[in-house]
């Protein structure tokens, strides 16, 4: 069943307060989600160059591989040296 009622126009204080102006850095890993349930937690990260992936603890990306996942972020290992990656704004 679909609704056919048509939603109405975003309030602008709501707007202003659901947008982070700049909260990405297009040339870095960025995190945007974690969801799942707690002794499996996924990320949804996007990458430098734009793509959108799915990832695990374990994983390899270009920027590192995955060594944990928690409900505040996720950490990466590259070259010895981990980094923590947060939620924008959070």
């Given at each position: 069943?679909?609704?056919?009622?048509?939603?109405?126009?975003?309030?602008?204080?709501?707007?202003?307060?659901?947008?982070?102006?700049n909260?990405?850095?297009?040339?870095?890993?960025?995190?945007?989600?974690?969801?799942?349930?707690?002794?499996?937690?996924?990320?949804?990260?996007?990458l430098?160059?734009?793509?959108?992936?799915?990832v695990?603890?374990?994983?390899?990306?270009?920027?590192?591989?995955?060594?944990?996942?928690?409900e505040t972020g996720?950490?990466?290992?590259k070259?010895?040296?981990?980094?923590r990656?947060?939620?924008?704004?959070?």
């Amino acid at each position: 069943m679909t609704n056919t009622v048509a939603a109405g126009a975003t309030p602008a204080n709501v707007a202003a307060q659901a947008t982070l102006a700049n909260a990405l850095d297009a040339s870095v890993l960025n995190l945007l989600g974690i969801f799942g349930p707690a002794d499996d937690l996924r990320a949804l990260i996007r990458l430098p160059g734009g793509r959108v992936h799915q990832v695990t603890t374990g994983n390899r990306l270009s920027s590192g591989r995955i060594v944990a996942i928690d409900e505040t972020g996720l950490m990466v290992l590259k070259n010895g040296r981990t980094t923590r990656i947060t939620i924008p704004g959070s």
